[in-house]
């Protein structure tokens, strides 16, 4: 099933949905995919500099690693296509506004946003400020 692409309707239907657990970003220099996979990472990108992975913090207290910021991860309900154009600058822009960092994975069917774990709630409410604006359009 095709995802949306037209902008308006993304908005108005977000949806974000967050979750409990707190995430961090690790990077393993040398990694490859497949290493590491007691950590069981949520998400994963090959960089040059190392294999990044998204994982819960509790996995990285259990493995005694160190990370630097601790993340909630939001998930837009809306089904967007991989070819919409303006959904992650339009709430990108929304959230610079409140000052909230926005680190975005796309999936298949949804993205994800991982958010300061301090800030999670108030990006959750700017999100849904955002859908209603649209729905009042």
């Known amino acids: ?40 990472p949520i998400a994963s990108f090959a960089e040059n500099e190392g294999l990044t992975f998204v994982v819960e913090r509790v996995k990285a207290i259990e493995h005694c690693l160190t990370y630097e910021s601790t993340f909630k991860h939001i998930r837009l309900e809306v089904h967007s296509s991989l070819d919409a154009v303006g959904l992650t600058a339009a709430f990108a822009t929304k959230l610079t506004e409140s000052n909230i960092s926005a680190n975005v994975i796309a999936g298949y069917y949804h993205d994800h946003i991982f958010v300061r774990s301090v800030d999670a709630d108030k990006a959750v409410a700017c999100l849904n ?4 604006e649209q729905q009042a359009r």
Request: no cysteine.
């Open 1 to 40: 099933m095709a995802g949306g692409v037209d902008l308006q309707i993304l908005l108005s239907t977000l949806s974000p949905i967050l979750s409990d657990p707190e995430y961090v970003f690790l990077s393993f220099e040398g990694a490859v995919y497949g290493d590491h996979k007691e950590l069981e």
């Open 129 to 132: 400020e955002l859908a209603s």
